[in-house]
């Protein structure tokens, strides 16, 4: 935009939120970013880092829906600020009996941020020397051309595919899936653009279709919240997913999200659960990182009749790290000893519970041994025989780990 002003020009898409960072010279390894996640404009701007996962700024389009007095209707225009506080104004003598208008009209209002999907909104980074500052606003329609917002892919994670995503099909506005169950049950969740701070699930555990989704949102929101298929080993689903903004009688915008399923063939009598029950188990990793909302799988190989699990995992900016197991992609199955364990190696009883019963504060937590861990790379390493877990250790590395493993960290 000339001399140290630079800008950017954002649609805002169908969640009615976006966060993003800077980069400086298009570079990953020299981030702009605030101090927490989904900051507001204004705030102290901090880097460039390398690390730093999760700090975001925030465009928040979603406004506040309240009754507002019909005699206060004309000072009511969505996105508008000035006139929003004097609607906000109204409201409050309403309820301080100070306007006698009987007749209240439910409306949506906010910051001067408050949009709908389609609408943009203008980002600036100013530098001024050392001090610097991201704002941005958003930018009136100069006309009535329909909105044109940026649409998603939608992909489910469930326990029969270890919770890894798996792309939805679009036909005729709805996303389908077709999943085959290696085991009885069949938990799922959906995420938009493959992306684990865009969940979409229940507010509950084995949720049936007619619970209606939530978010999307951040998976640490949904630890534990499911639908389940609630299926036999061998059973093959269609899985349908909408989303659409609902317009109630109220006048209340909903951004409505429903899955249906049903099952398309049946398991054979040739008995598909028996070979499952032949096969070892397997163990994955739940964190803190994630608030225990995604389920990472972990690099494994057999030494002298034991399974080796390996990850590597970088510190936050807490200073530590905290993690339970899972096993066999079963929520039912958290493994996790019977008190915290901060040092690597150190004997404890080893137990098994629900994800939705199971106490987070019993974990194996990394980096407390250190007066400030943040930024440091963990190498986890989980001993199992058979179902058995033997002893958990971890390291800290002192060199790059390897360029094909996965780093663990804040979404």
């Known amino acids: 935009e000339g001399g140290d002003n630079f800008g950017y020009t954002m649609t805002l898409g169908e969640n009615r939120w976006e966060e993003f960072q800077i980069y400086l010279d298009g570079d990953d390894r020299r981030r702009l970013h605030p101090e927490k996640p989904r900051a507001s404009k204004g705030v102290p701007v901090h880097g460039p880092d390398a690390k730093a996962r999760g700090l975001n700024w925030r465009i928040e389009g979603r406004g506040q829906w309240l009754d507002v007095p019909t005699d206060a209707l004309a000072g009511v225009s969505l996105g508008n600020a000035e006139k929003t506080q004097k609607a906000i104004q109204a409201i409050s003598s309403s309820f301080n009996g100070e306007t ?62 270890n919770w890894m995503a798996d792309q939805m099909s679009l036909r005729n506005e709805t996303w ?40 999307p949102d951040h998976c640490s929101q949904f630890r534990g919240c499911s639908w389940s298929l609630n299926g036999q080993p061998g059973d093959v689903f269609r899985i349908t997913f909408t989303r659409a903004m609902i317009k109630q009688p109220n006048g209340k915008l909903e951004d409505e999200k429903r899955v249906s399923w049903e099952k398309v063939r049946e398991a054979s009598k040739s008995g598909a659960g028996a070979e499952l029950a032949l096969k070892s188990s397997v163990f994955a990793v739940i964190g803190s990182w994630s608030g225990f909302g995604k389920v990472h799988r972990m690099n494994s190989k057999s030494v002298d009749g034991e399974t080796v699990y390996t990850f590597f995992v970088e510190v936050g900016r807490e200073g530590y790290e905290s993690f339970q197991l899972v096993q066999n992609a079963d929520l039912s199955r958290i493994i996790h000893p019977d008190r915290p364990v901060t040092i690597p190696g150190s004997a404890s009883r080893v137990l098994v519970s629900s994800i939705d019963q199971v106490r987070q504060d019993l974990v194996w937590a990394l980096g407390i041994e250190k007066a400030n861990s943040t930024g440091d790379v963990y190498k986890v390493e989980v001993v199992v025989r058979g179902d058995v877990v033997m002893s958990v250790s971890w390291t800290v590395l002192e060199d790059a780990p390897p360029k094909d493993r996965e780093i663990f960290g804040s979404l």
Do not use: H
């Open 100 to 161: 006698q208008s009987a007749d209240l009209k439910l409306m949506e209002f906010g910051s001067g941020d408050v949009g709908m999907p389609g609408d943009k909104y203008r980002i600036r980074l100013r530098i001024a020397g050392r001090y610097r500052t991201v704002l941005w606003e958003k930018l009136q329609v100069e006309d009535d051309t329909p909105l044109e917002a940026p649409e998603g892919d939608y992909f489910v994670v469930g326990s029969w595919n």
């Open 176 to 215: 389908s899936i077709e999943v085959e169950l290696p085991c009885q049950g069949g938990e799922f969740q959906i995420l938009r653009n493959e992306d684990w701070t865009q969940m979409i699930a229940p507010k509950g555990r084995l949720a049936p279709a007619r619970e209606v989704g939530q978010g």
